[in-house]
């Protein structure tokens, strides 16, 4: 199977994070802890950062609402909330800290009330994009160890990947960020080249979301077509024979019915 340019465009989107500054070389060394038997780790440990600074930005705004503000106090929750950005190399959102923790040594409260809200717009930011890495992380290695089963022959067999399974890895239009489509229909396309399949060419290009003004242009960093491409007539030689061909058919079929069902009641995708 042709997973590299899928992997590509992954790997393209954690670039990205780092070029633009949101991320430090500290989110690589939580990805080395990561193994096996902790497959999860850099996902389980950003929630943990996420859940608790939350619960610190809190108790810094109702600190910073009081009439007289205790500065050493404030600066105390913010030491605290630079220490756990630092652990996940979040560097913009470290960044503000330092900032905040300056005007504290001033007791300017002008300033950290400004750099506070900076602050939140930068943690909410980092949040929502390190939350649609995760997910195309996710949908890539689901899709890819279920159908590995199948090529490799492995003894959980491709049976174990019937349909009912792959259709819980079908994104959501509206709760899934735009990245996960983008991607999901990127690696469809990679299967039907694979496979010399017209009819799963055919689907692809009757997507619905295809056609939303959401969907088009550079998503959170990922660069896909804004259309997907006719590839059928590349292909040479008899179409495969693959049972693969109709499990993937029948997903994108449930997929567009999903998605044409929401447009069609004027819901807006995304």
């Known amino acids: ?8 465009q992954t790997a393209y989107l954690k ?4 070029d633009q500054g949101y991320l430090d070389e500290q989110f690589y060394q939580l990805e080395e802890l990561q193994d096996d038997v902790s497959p999860n780790f850099v996902e389980e440990v950003v929630t943990l950062f996420f859940k608790d600074s ?18 050493q106090k404030l600066d105390a929750f913010m030491h605290q909330f630079k220490g756990s950005a630092s652990s996940i190399g979040a560097l913009r959102v470290k960044n ?13 409260l002008d300033g ?7 602050l939140k717009r930068e943690h909410a930011t980092l949040k929502q994009k390190l939350e649609a890495y995760f997910q195309v992380l996710i949908l890539t290695s689901s899709l890819h160890s279920c159908f590995l089963a199948h090529y490799l022959k492995s003894s959980k067999s491709y049976s174990s ?37 017209s009819s799963l060419v055919h689907k692809l290009q009757k997507a619905p979301l295809l056609h939303q003004p959401a969907f088009s242009g550079d998503a959170n960093g990922v660069k896909v077509p804004n259309d997907v491409e006719p590839v059928a007539h590349h292909f040479s030689g008899p179409p495969k024979h693959d049972p693969e061909e109709g499990l993937l058919n ?10 044409l069902g929401l447009i069609k009641q004027g819901t807006q995708i995304l």
């Not at 199977?1 to 590509?8: D, F, H, T, V």
């Not at 930005?57 to 910073?64: D, M």
């Not at 709760?175 to 010399?196: D, G, I, P």
């Open 1 to 8: 199977m042709e997973y590299s340019a899928l992997q590509r």
């Open 15 to 18: 670039k990205s994070l780092f």
């Open 54 to 71: 939350s619960r610190l930005l809190t108790n810094i705004e109702q600190a910073l609402e009081k009439s007289s503000p205790d500065f």
């Open 96 to 108: 503000e800290c330092t900032l905040f923790k300056e005007y504290c040594s001033n007791e300017n």
């Open 112 to 118: 950290c009330l400004r750099t506070f809200q900076k």
């Open 161 to 197: 990947c019937d349909k009912s399974d792959l259709l819980k890895l079908l994104p959501d239009p509206l709760s899934e960020n735009m990245t996960v489509h983008h991607l999901f229909l990127f690696y469809l396309q990679q299967e039907a080249m694979m496979l010399k399949s």
């Open 250 to 259: 029948d997903l994108l079929q449930v997929y567009n019915e999903r998605t």
